[in-house]
């Protein structure tokens, strides 16, 4: 079996609620001019749910499909596997998976072969090169990886987007109501602002956990107060509590602080991982598959093994293939308590698949079939890659 062609589909959705909700000012992004920044958080974000898809075929008429993060400028990642990867791939047998992740990781060794947009293009790719080799064996990619501990594999409900604490308090409730057991705040809005919006959400859905997503704003001072705050509370867990590149300050406060520093989504290899993890600078691991790649999660899921330390999957805007790609792999991590429910992207992730991921506040059911368990909408595809 060889490849026979790479081809990417740039997607931009446009969203009646964008992701993360209204603007602090209480505006709604506009898609047009573009992109824009949500103070107090520093990281660009699309009005839009940008990714980017890649089809891999081969000369037998099988297809894999794989998907990158990239919810901001999709044409960098795309333009990666067009010009520099995926013709590389043209001519080989896919399911060399592994040494084919190696090959394209030395493509561009010395000019940032592992991180960035670089790394998420490799990871599209991985990704489709597990759903053609679980499709030619007939075995689903949690198979190929050794087996399935679980096909029911337990979510939080993450961000709950509103004006107010009360509004976000209601929200908490209805998803509660729903079966959601955990659900994790977008804070950072300052330790005051953000332990008010904890209180009200514990107050309106008692019994739910509560985890905090800092989204990297506090200095290791506020994060520590907050952290004791945190404490007091038993919440499930304080995410990106300081800037993403301090792993000095992560290790720091997680030694000062009981709830577990949860960090991940940034970084994209084991290496960066390994420095993380050896230090005990991180207690949960959040890698997004739609970054690692299946075969680079694989890796941080058994470095994070090695340290006894649990791995939750982080998801973002990933659309049907990522999000399938990341319940092959939760189902295959052993220590895995839960994976990230979002529920404004959701309708447009389940929009590219024929038929819906069973997903839902309490949970998702590992999809069946060979590969990634989904099957691709080529018209809907080829539809949205017009109107982006
Ligand atoms: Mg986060």
């Known amino acids: 079996m060889r490849i026979t062609e790479v081809t990417t589909h740039i997607l931009k959705q446009s969203a009646e609620t964008a992701y993360l909700g209204?603007?602090?000012?209480?505006?709604?992004?506009?898609?047009?001019?573009?992109?824009?920044?949500?103070?107090?958080?520093?990281?660009?974000?699309?009005?839009?749910?940008?990714?980017?898809?890649?089809?891999?075929?081969?000369?037998?008429?099988?297809?894999?499909?794989?998907?990158?993060?990239?919810?901001?400028?999709?044409?960098?990642?795309?333009?990666?596997?067009?010009?520099?990867?995926?013709?590389?791939?043209?001519?080989?047998?896919?399911?060399?998976?592994?040494?084919?992740?190696?090959?394209?990781?030395?493509?561009?060794?010395?000019?940032?072969?592992?991180?960035?947009?670089?790394?998420?293009?490799?990871?599209?790719?991985?990704?489709?090169?597990?759903?053609?080799?679980g499709k030619a064996a007939g075995l689903s990619v949690a198979e190929l990886l050794g087996g399935a501990y679980r096909t029911r594999i337990p979510g939080y409900v993450s961000g709950l987007p509103g004006d107010t604490d009360q509004a976000r308090a209601d929200l908490a409730a209805a998803f509660a109501a729903q079966g959601a057991t955990a659900v994790k705040l977008a804070a950072g809005n300052g330790i005051d602002a953000d332990l008010a919006t904890y209180d009200a959400v514990a107050a309106a859905a008692p019994g739910i956990r509560i985890a905090v997503d800092a989204h990297w704003v506090y200095s290791l001072p506020q994060a520590l107060e907050l952290g004791r705050e945190l404490d007091h509370r038993r919440a499930l867990f304080f995410e990106a509590p300081l800037a993403p590149e301090d792993t000095e300050g992560h290790r720091e406060l997680a030694s000062r602080i009981t709830t577990p520093v949860a960090v991940g989504e940034a970084m994209r290899n084991r290496y960066e991982f390994r420095d993380w993890i050896s230090r005990r600078a991180l207690g949960v691991a959040q890698p997004d598959v739609a970054r690692t790649g299946i075969t680079e999660a694989v890796a941080i899921a058994t470095l994070a093994d090695a340290h006894h330390l649990p791995v939750a999957y982080h998801h973002s805007v990933g659309l049907g293939v990522a999000l399938a790609a990341a319940l092959q792999v939760s189902a295959a991590t052993a220590n895995c308590p839960f994976f990230e429910f979002q529920h404004t992207p959701l309708p447009y992730a389940q929009r590219i698949l024929t038929t819906p991921l069973a997903a839902g506040p309490a949970g998702f059911t590992l999809p069946q079939g060979p590969g990634l368990g989904i099957e691709i909408d080529h018209e809907t595809v080829l539809r949205l890659v017009k109107e982006s």
């Open 22 to 133: 209204k603007l602090p000012d209480g505006t709604a992004p506009r898609a047009d001019p573009g992109y824009f920044v949500r103070p107090p958080w520093r990281s660009l974000y699309s009005a839009r749910m940008e990714t980017v898809l890649v089809r891999v075929s081969t000369d037998d008429g099988l297809e894999g499909w794989g998907e990158a993060l990239a919810p901001v400028g999709p044409e960098v990642v795309a333009a990666i596997i067009d010009r520099l990867l995926g013709p590389w791939l043209l001519g080989r047998d896919p399911r060399a998976v592994r040494p084919l992740w190696d090959g394209m990781r030395d493509l561009m060794r010395e000019r940032g072969h592992l991180v960035g947009h670089q790394a998420d293009a490799l990871a599209a790719l991985d990704i489709a090169l597990w759903d053609l080799t």
